[in-house]
């Protein structure tokens, strides 16, 4: 049997949801996406055959899916980063437009700030 198609959402989803996930289900899912062991590594690790690998990360993988779709955390954290992102480069703009234009220290430190707050908050 060859390795199983990965999906890359898996791994990012995992850090919204991985606690929901039992204890050995998580692990499964860590070994196979973020460690990149094969099924018969983590099969070998947890004293289960590759068949059981499979089925717990098919499983995993599947509640994962079911859990975005229901609560949406990640799609709302990717769209809150892209919003920060565009609120940091308009702040960026007008402080670029405040140096060339008016200088104006109050423009300068509100813009600064809002940088600031949008990157801090994207980390």
Do not use: H
């Amino acid at each position: 049997m060859g390795r199983m198609a990965k999906n890359l959402e898996i791994s990012f989803l995992l850090d919204f949801y991985g606690s929901m996930l039992t204890e050995k289900q998580r692990a499964v899912v860590e070994y196979y996406y973020n460690d990149d062991l094969s099924l018969g590594e983590i099969g070998a690790n947890e004293g289960i055959s590759r068949q059981g690998v499979r089925d717990a990360i098919k499983r995993a993988e599947a509640q994962l899916l079911d859990m975005e779709e229901r609560l949406g955390l990640a799609k709302r954290f990717r769209v809150m980063k892209d919003g920060l992102e565009k609120i940091y480069l308009a702040a960026a703009d007008i402080q670029e437009w405040n140096e060339e234009k008016i200088q104006s220290p109050a423009v300068r430190e509100n813009t600064q700030k809002i940088m600031d707050l949008a990157a801090a908050l994207a980390d």
